[in-house]
């Protein structure tokens, strides 16, 4: 059986991001294991010709990417996000919000064009999308420690360590020893598919099942033009639709590069399931029309992320929520042979932006304090100071 002090079940932001702490503070005695073969968890990003490069999370050389998952962030109220993007040297740029906005107030009346206006904070964007802040901390991060596809199936506690059992890309089954698990996949999603023997403390239990995962019920469409044309009409590509199939739109352009328009479904995922792909694009792009006019028909390029589907972020629970921030559960047990051998850092337990990108950074945070990695290196790793930025 292999062993290790730390294991970090998750390579998304919150699990690289930990990784990253850990190794800021000379504790590299950690293995990350990742069920999908990329990084990045909720986070992806895709050039115009869709290609990208497997088994890392990036794209290919071409930095304009469009965000199939979030997107942006506000740098006047995520403090601590946007100090790790300019110590990382991440290239930003403001989101397009000037020009009017189009508006189906309903699936029998025409579009209605109405006075856009500006955030009251704004929100910025990265070059190469969200995705460059996953390359740029993983860029960072021994490779030797970081395991993609492999599943953790099972979690086992004595009281003096915990024993992971795992499960590859083949079927293969392997098993590693550790003082600590920083679980950093959604709570939710940990209890639907993890087995923990004990059994995690009841209440601590439910209210990690019933705590939505965000993005979840979500699908997303992009499409992909050669110029943001709609700002010649002095339109902001944002759109509101009570028709659909897309409810929200957003321009989505990048700087230099293509220009593009996003829209997140309206549709259920449960009816959503039910129609393809091919479908899909027909009706997003009719409705693109609609709004912006004949030009709207035809991308270079469309895609289609139903997160909903994703075995890796949704459960059954999932398939007709609709998420709303719910109160933010307990990150890890208060007492029993649970505590202290395992914390949540997933983004869902940040306390003050669960589900965003700046929560992934925040919970990572936090966790990696709380984590009682050794009495010796406590003050090692929480330096005597506040590390949520917040």
Not at 121 to 150: C, E
Not at 151 to 177: K, M, N, W, Y
Not at 244 to 251: A, K, R, V
Request: with cysteine; net charge neutral.
């Amino acid at each position: 059986m292999s062993t290790a002090h730390i294991a970090i079940i998750g390579g998304g932001l919150s699990g690289l991001y930990a990784a990253f702490l850990l190794e800021q503070h000379g504790l590299k005695d950690y293995v990350l294991l990742e069920a999908r073969h990329t990084f990045g968890g909720r986070i992806e990003s895709v050039p115009a010709n869709g290609l990208m490069v497997a088994g890392t999370g990036s794209a290919t050389a071409d930095h304009h990417r469009f965000d199939l998952g979030p997107a942006w962030f506000w740098p006047a109220l995520q403090s601590q996000l946007d100090r790790l993007v300019r110590d990382l040297g991440l290239e930003r740029f403001e989101q397009h919000e000037a020009g009017d906005v189009m508006v189906e107030h309903s699936p029998n009346e025409p579009p209605a064009r109405i006075r856009g206006y500006a955030s009251s904070l704004a929100s910025v964007r990265l070059v190469g999308g969200m995705a460059a802040l996953i390359d740029a901390v993983h860029s960072r991060l021994a490779p030797a420690r970081l395991m993609t596809g492999h599943q953790v199936r099972r979690l086992r506690c004595t009281g003096h360590h915990v024993e992971l059992d795992i499960e590859g890309a083949r079927g293969q089954v392997a098993s590693l020893r550790v003082g600590h698990v920083l679980l950093a996949v959604p709570p939710r999603l940990a209890v639907a598919t993890i087995e923990f023997t004990p059994a995690l403390p009841e209440t601590l239990e439910r209210a990690w099942r019933r705590t939505a995962t965000w993005m979840a019920p979500h699908a997303k469409y992009v499409a992909v033009y050669d110029t943001p044309f709609w700002r010649e009409q002095g339109l902001s590509g944002e759109a509101r639709s009570a028709r659909g199939p897309l409810g929200e739109i957003h321009d989505a352009s990048a700087p230099g590069g293509s220009a593009a328009l996003f829209g997140f479904f309206g549709v259920p995922p449960r009816v959503r399931r039910n129609v393809s792909d091919d479908v899909l694009r027909s009706h997003c792009r009719a409705q693109l029309t609609r709004l912006f006019g004949a030009r709207a028909a035809t991308p270079t390029a469309d895609f289609i992320k139903d997160w909903a589907a994703e075995p890796y972020t949704a459960t059954a629970a999932d398939q007709d929520a609709v998420v709303q921030h719910s109160a933010v559960p307990s990150a890890e047990a208060s007492s029993g042979v649970w505590h202290g051998r395992l914390v949540g850092v997933g983004s869902e337990w940040s306390p003050h932006f669960p589900g965003y990108v700046a929560g992934a950074i925040e919970a990572a945070s936090l966790g990696v304090c709380a984590l009682k990695v050794a009495a010796t290196r406590e003050d090692l790793v929480c330096g005597g100071r506040n590390t949520t930025g917040s």
